[in-house]
């Protein structure tokens, strides 16, 4: 195929890096390749490919490789190329200087090549990375000198397409410390995009070389690539000028951050911030948790420069939790510090449940009286609205994640079934409560008629009958079965909505997502189903409380505030059971 043919193929195939390779030399044509593929934003890294002259029982040779640095300039591949002579059929001749007949009876020595690579003058050292095919000619395990090749190499190389060879090969490899790479071994154009090798690393030749230090945890084989953790911030954005300053009692002294525009982009699997002393690992710490919790942690630096300075990709993060440094010492001497630690993890695991029973008992406590009750209840359904939207938002990111037909298609059945379980429950509620209410009205249990004095007495009377015999009437209904088919169709719902949820667990299972993230994923589609209801349940009470605001009359006043204080009450126990629960797990912590 062309060169942008090929180009495009590596573009269309979203690939980061490859390895432009090629045997034992390259020319200016593959120099010029590599220029314009890192054009398109792919790194590309020389790979050469070399037959070394040791041999196996069966006269194979052992097919070598050696990736250069980016770093190294072609003119440092010329000079390498220059310098290192290979032997054809027993006659010596410089890498540069091989034809392409040449290619097939061509071997080089290890020793030799090891030490060309090594050799001051080229400036090699340290740029390279060897390695050599894990099924490859040449490969008998139990040779001297294969032992020796093993010991310096630095990657294990793996081409063919049988997925149990590349998982036992990797497991061998890493009981020696080597990472395996899957090669795509693509010499044609439609070859290119169908194997990979993952790497958890910067697209630099420094990045690369993590594998060799981490070949378990850097390296994946898998055909998908890794799923990157559910909760996680990708970016910070630090945008201070140059004037910024730090102001205390001393007067002011410069920020360690002032003049400083950057991006600084995190890993998905991001552990730690490593720095010399005053580099400003803390104070990015610092500049983080205020911007996510809204608040000066940083002293002596302005509110408000750090609210505008600050920008945390995702914006909807509510995961993170800061620890400063002196706080872990607090929790081994403070009981009580250490206890309220311990509730807000709980809290966190269980989606807010207990602080949201807190708002709950709080909102009781302030209901005083009827009116000032309302004006609270829909300040305060207005803010869990706004509360709900964003933890909507959050669940939605996670359910986006996992974009399957079959189970985006699962989930909307389980949606639709919880909503119509929802609707059907709501309205036999509403109707029960409207005869309950309407039995209240009439005083259905008393069938005496009032003293008709005046033609108001006899309508209310005649009226009183009728809506009595009509009660009566729905009550024969009820007790003969009319709703029966609602029933029926009440626990239809509960029992295909618990089968859906079932089928959509195993579903994750099999896709292969990790025990961790499953229990995410089935709770965020779960939360997701529940908030939406939620939500259109808080604009409903919203507008139903606007309503009685207007209506507002201070009848029956004194039974409204007896009745805040059962809920006070009802509500004050419950919590108290709760701190009990958690109380006894903080006794087993001893102070020190």
């Known amino acids: 195929c062309s060169e942008e043919d090929f180009i495009q193929k590596l573009c269309d195939s ?69 310098n290192m002579k290979a032997n054809v059929c027993g006659t010596e001749k410089k890498l540069a200087d091989l034809e392409e007949d040449d290619f097939d009876k061509a071997v080089v020595n290890f020793d030799q090549l090891l030490e060309c690579l090594e050799e001051e ?32 190499v630095h990657f294990l190389i793996h081409s063919s397409n049988n997925q149990e060879n590349l998982k036992k090969d990797r497991e061998f490899w890493l009981k020696y410390n080597k990472p395996l790479l899957q090669s795509s071994d693509a010499h044609e154009e439609k070859q290119i995009g169908n194997k990979y090798t993952w790497i958890k690393a910067e697209k630099t030749f420094e990045g690369l070389k993590q594998i060799v230090y981490e070949p378990e945890t850097r390296v994946s084989i898998d055909k998908e690539k890794p799923q990157d953790p559910l909760y996680k911030i990708d970016c910070v954005g630090l945008h201070f000028n140059e004037y910024i300053k730090i102001t205390n009692e001393k007067g002011d002294t410069p920020f360690c951050y002032a003049g400083f525009n950057e991006i600084l982009f995190f890993s998905p699997n991001f552990t730690c911030v490593i720095g010399g002393r005053g580099s400003g690992k803390s104070t990015l710490l610092q500049l983080i948790a205020s911007k996510l919790y809204d608040k000066n942690l940083v002293k002596g630096l302005e509110h408000e420069s750090i609210q505008k300075c600050i920008e945390i990709q995702p914006d909807t993060v509510d995961s993170v939790e800061y620890l400063a440094q002196n706080e872990i010492e607090e929790f081994a001497t403070n009981v009580l510090k250490f206890t309220e630690a311990i509730f807000n993890r709980i809290d966190s695991k269980s989606s807010g449940k207990l602080k949201e029973l807190e708002k709950q008992i709080t909102k009781g406590i302030e209901k005083f009286d009827e009116q000032i009750a309302y004006w609270q209840e829909k300040t305060k359904l207005e803010e869990q609205l706004k509360e709900s939207e964003k933890i909507k938002k959050k669940y939605q990111n996670i359910v986006d994640t996992y974009t399957d037909k079959d189970y985006l298609d699962k989930r909307d059945k389980l949606q639709a079934k919880r909503k119509a379980l929802i609707d059907l429950k709501q ?98 589609n779960y939360h997701l189903a529940n908030i ?61």
Do not use: W
């Open 121 to 152: 003058s080229l400036k090699l050292r340290g740029k390279y990375l060897l390695g050599f095919l894990s099924r490859g000619h040449g490969s008998s395990r139990s040779s001297s000198n294969y032992e020796k090749i093993v010991k310096k």
């Open 532 to 592: 939406k209801m939620n939500i259109n349940d808080l604009k409903h009470k919203i507008e139903e409380t606007a309503n009685k605001i207007e209506g507002f009359s201070y009848e029956d006043i004194d039974k409204n505030i007896e009745k805040f204080k059962d809920q006070i009450n009802e509500e004050l126990s419950k919590i108290n059971s709760a701190f009990e629960e958690i109380s006894k797990n903080h006794k087993e912590v001893k102070p020190i």
């Open 427 to 524: 309205s036999k509620e509403g109707f029960l409560t409207f005869i309950k209410e309407l039995k209240r009205v009439v005083n259905f249990e008393s069938k005496e008629n009032m003293e008709e004095k005046n033609s108001y007495d006899k309508v209310y009377n005649q009226l009183k009958q009728d809506i009595c015999k009509k009660l009566e009437e729905i009550d024969a209904d009820i007790k003969n079965g009319s709703f029966k088919s609602d029933e029926e169709n009440i626990e239809k719902l509960e029992s295909e909505h618990q089968t859906l949820l079932q089928e959509i667990g195993e579903f994750l299972k099999e896709k292969g997502v990790s025990d961790e993230s499953i229990g995410d994923v089935r709770n965020a």
């Open 14 to 82: 979203k690939i980061d890096c490859i390895g432009l390779t090629n045997y034992f030399k390259f020319n200016e044509k593959e120099f010029e390749l590599k220029e314009k593929i890192e054009k398109r934003g792919i790194k590309v890294f020389y790979n050469l490919e070399v037959r070394l002259d040791y041999q196996n029982k069966e006269g194979q040779c052992l097919d070598f490789h050696i990736i250069f640095s980016d770093e190294v300039s072609s003119d440092g591949i010329k000079k390498f190329l220059l």
